[in-house]
């Protein structure tokens, strides 16, 4: 029975990936040589610098190499790319593995898919993207996964909060999008977030009024078909309906001083009738077409497809550096993309987190220890007060906004007094 059971299993994840597709894995397990495959941009002259390493603690010291942010107080703008794809009809999902080791304190940890003409010695954060998915860390208020699909041009975010991990050890971040324009977000390989591209992002407008209060905008043209302004009225449309009979003829007796100017009695038009028979019957109407300003609701079932999906890019802003990224993976089958995060992320999460454990002990026992010796001294000197203990220092307030950014703030900040 058990091994019945286990030529299944077999058999089933031989079914699985068959037709699975992996279109980028990336696991930095080859030396110096993911420097062929990754191209820094050189849109600014002073990005970060990208360090090969498995960190200060790991679960595998080959296994967890990845590629880590190594200065502080800096851009980073780094891609690798694939042979280009179309998502149409089948599932993506983009994984990768991230760890804060440092405790960030403002940062990016997400990744961005491009479209293949992307200029990679160029990238930049207004670089046109695909996707933008994975963590972002800034004070304690951003603590989010990030969930953006670029749609006809424009970025859309996800309107749902979704919270991200924030201590220090290596987290699997997964997103999945269907066909069926479903998603779902996983974050160690547990799903915390699903739902519909139209319900969860504003990329259509809104099949539900939301606001009864809110006033039509002028411009709104909710007709959505209007007259084809090509369609012309036939010429022998005008049939009408009654006819004077041409067979009628005046009676002799017709008096027109006592019973008024003689007319023909009506009869029913022939041709009328032939008309009233056809499709074309009655009130002359021009074609429909579809209304070019319409602004109403129309569905779209494509806005999960990306037709050029190309380049992998890490296009982030850090203040304390040393987030390490690893374990890339863009496929079309969920089953395998969970497979590769077991073996990887899977694998190294328990003894990742006894090293930690480990070297935080150890570091307890050495404050410790420097404590008591530092209060024997204290005491021998006589009684002096206690020495402050090492209290953290400022962190040094840089940021990432932009000259015209900090304006508008200024600005909005203005027009909000
Ligand atoms: C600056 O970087 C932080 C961390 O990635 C991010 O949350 C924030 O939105 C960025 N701000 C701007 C203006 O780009």
Redesign the pocket.
């Known amino acids: 029975m058990k091994v019945a059971v286990a030529i299944i299993a077999v058999f089933a994840s031989i079914a699985v990936t068959i037709d699975a597709t992996v279109f980028f894995k990336e696991q930095f397990l080859d030396g110096d040589a993911w420097k062929s495959r990754w191209l820094v941009s050189k849109h600014k002259s002073d990005y970060g610098e990208w360090k090969l390493t498995a960190g200060k603690f790991y679960g595998d010291s080959e296994a967890d190499k990845g590629l880590q942010t190594s200065q502080d107080a800096r851009f980073y703008a780094i891609s690798s790319r694939f042979e280009p794809f179309s998502n149409e009809g089948k599932s993506l999902v983009v994984q990768f593995t991230v760890k804060h080791e440092q405790k960030i304190d ?5 990744v961005k898919i491009f479209p293949a003409d992307l200029d990679q010695a160029d990238m930049h ?1 207004d670089s046109q993207y695909y996707i933008m998915f994975g963590p ?3 004070g304690y208020s ?1 603590k989010k996964v990030h969930v953006i699909f670029n749609y006809k041009g424009k970025n859309h975010l996800i309107k749902k909060e979704i919270k991200c991990k924030d201590d220090e050890l290596t987290h699997l971040y997964t997103l999945i999008l269907n066909p069926d324009q479903t998603y779902e977000v996983k974050i160690n390989n547990e799903k915390v977030e699903s739902g519909t591209l139209e319900e969860d992002w504003d990329m259509l407008p809104s099949k539900k009024i939301k606001d009864p209060e809110a006033k039509k905008p002028e411009d709104w043209d909710d007709r959505a078909k209007i007259d084809d302004p090509a369609d012309t009225k036939p010429e022998d449309w005008e049939k009408p309906e009654n006819i004077p009979d041409p067979d009628a003829k005046k009676p002799d007796d017709w008096d027109e001083d006592m019973d008024g100017e003689w007319e023909p009695p009506m009869i029913p038009n022939p041709d009328y009738k032939v008309q009233a028979e056809s499709e074309l019957a009655g009130e002359w109407k021009p074609k429909q077409i579809d209304n070019p300003d319409y602004k109403g609701y129309t569905p779209d079932a494509s806005i999960y497809k990306f037709d050029n999906i190309g380049v992998l890019g890490l296009d ?4 304390k550096s040393g987030t390490i990224f690893d374990n890339f993976f863009i496929g079309d089958d969920l089953k395998e993309a969970e497979e590769f995060g077991k073996e990887t992320w899977g694998a190294t999460k328990e003894p990742e987190k006894k090293m930690k454990d480990a070297q935080e002990e150890e570091e307890r026992k050495a404050r410790e220890e420097e404590e008591k010796s530092k209060k024997d001294t204290a005491d021998d000197e006589g009684d002096e007060e206690e020495g402050d203990e090492d209290e953290p220092e400022e962190e040094e307030e840089k ?4 000259e015209e ?1 900090e304006e508008e703030t200024l600005k909005k900040d203005k027009d909000e007094l």
């Open positions: 403002c940062g990016g940890g997400y954060g972002d860390i800034c951003t982030l802003w850090q203040v940021d990432n906004t932009t950014e």
